[in-house]
Nanobody, 122 residues
Framework: QVHLVESGGGLVQPGGSLRLSCAAS????????MGWYRQAPGKQRELVAT???????NYRDSVKGRFTISRDNARNTVYLEMNMLKLEDTAVYYC????????????????WGQGTQVTVSS
């Protein structure tokens, strides 16, 4: 049973920083992409950042230069360092783990955490 547990959310003023963590359990080393998605009230869930097993990253344009995603494969943990936070960053942030087959071609499964609230407010 794969579980993803996020932590690190909270209330922060504009311009502040937070670091989110997501620890995956119930899974050994596999070819995966781990990432962070967010969903604000009344809006669709959107991709924030992803990182592959080998460290290739991808960010949505609005967070480039402000957010940094990283992972520790030995600990099955992914992080999101969030700096210069803006009001529009307010959302529930969800950790995602996407598992691929041995050829790194096909998606086997998606796993999601329960989410952690990030509120940016003055």
């Amino acid at each position: 049973q794969v579980h993803l547990v996020e932590s690190g959310g909270g209330l922060v003023q504009p311009g502040g920083s937070l670091r989110l963590s997501c620890a995956a359990s119930g899974i050994g080393f596999t070819l995966t992409t781990m990432g962070w998605y967010r969903q604000a009230p009344g809006k669709q869930r959107e991709l924030v950042a992803t990182i592959t097993t080998y460290g290739t990253t991808n960010y949505r344009d609005s967070v480039k230069g402000r957010f940094t995603i990283s992972r520790d494969n030995a600990r099955n943990t992914v992080y999101l360092e969030m700096n210069m936070l803006k009001l529009e960053d307010t959302a529930v942030y969800y950790c995602n783990l996407r598992r691929y087959d041995e050829s790194n071609t096909y998606v086997i499964a998606d796993y999601w955490g329960q989410g952690t609230q990030v509120t940016v407010s003055s």
